[in-house]
């Protein structure tokens, strides 16, 4: 006769700290109807469910949680980081040397051109240029960087 309130006082619970007490005591301990109720794992069906945007694993009594939701900056991150790949390629293709400082240009993009100028040192650093304009000259290609079409344009100095 208690089932019925034995589920509802089990669904407001908080399942991280239900399982702690359960795992520290062996004993899950509720109050229904004014009476006192005590559960053990046998009497439970546990179920672990993930969070969305979180990734979890667990080897033995260790456990770790990924966040996988991408925010602002690592989604800017990875825009500079395929944009510095895309440079880099473009120098092989165009057979510059490793030490070669070059130009960077790009049009066509005005998302990819904000991305360009708020990490201009970071880039200019990674691919060895001088500086970044938006004046296609030299060695030119269109790049589809993340569904962002630009041209880029890289020339020797």
Do not use: P
């Not at 208690?2 to 795992?23: F, P, R």
């Not at 229904?32 to 069906?45: I, M, P, R, S």
């Not at 949680?65 to 120098?91: C, H, P, W, Y």
């Amino acid at each position: 006769k208690l089932l019925g309130g034995i589920k509802s006082a089990l669904s407001e619970l908080d399942g991280n700290v239900a399982m702690d007490e359960l795992n520290e005591t062996g004993l899950l301990k509720l109050t229904v109807n004014g009476q006192a109720v005590e559960l053990t794992k046998d009497d439970l069906l546990i179920d672990t469910a993930q969070k969305e945007g979180y990734v979890s694993e667990r080897e033995g009594e260790i456990c770790v949680v990924l966040d996988t939701n991408l925010t602002t900056a690592l989604l800017e991150e990875g825009f500079v980081r395929e944009i510095i790949s895309k440079i880099q390629t473009m120098r092989k293709e165009a057979g510059f040397e490793v030490t070669d400082r070059i130009v960077v240009s790009h049009t066509g993009n005005a998302k990819i051109e904000v991305l360009m100028d708020a990490n201009r040192d970071e880039i200019c650093r990674e691919v060895m240029a001088e500086e970044i304009t938006n004046v296609i000259d030299g060695y030119a290609k269109e790049w589809n960087i993340n569904k962002e079409k630009v041209t880029i344009g890289v020339k020797r100095l």
